[in-house]
């Protein structure tokens, strides 16, 4: 399972040994496309997904255009095969817009 709150270290590291229990790796492009998401604010949704070989989560797509919308970014989903995927969600909350 996937954590649905912002992990601890002592998460993160729990995380970590369950996908290296797998066998499959995440790629470091994964990694720096997630940050870059999350910290800077550039990216509006990114997919990732299992190579061909099943050993390694690898980057599929980024979308760099910040105003795409959620049809664009389901419409960018296979129908018929499974992907990881984040979005910068922008929402309103009293005092101002959060994402």
């Known amino acids: 399972a996937i954590p649905t709150t912002t992990p601890t270290a002592q ?3 729990k995380y970590l040994v369950r ?3 797998t066998g499959i790796a995440v790629n ?3 990694i720096t496309t997630y940050q870059d998401l999350k910290l800077g604010k550039k990216i509006k949704y990114a997919i990732f997904r299992i190579n061909d070989d099943n050993t390694e989560v690898v980057v599929e797509k980024v979308q760099n255009d910040t105003s795409s919308t959620w049809d664009e970014f389901t419409g960018s ?3 018929d095969d499974c ?3 984040v979005y910068d969600f922008a929402f309103q909350v009293d005092g101002g817009q959060r994402n």
């Open 11 to 13: 998460t993160k590291s």
């Open 19 to 21: 996908i290296m229990a």
């Open 28 to 30: 470091e492009e994964v």
């Open 77 to 79: 989903l296979p129908k």
């Open 83 to 85: 992907r990881y995927a």
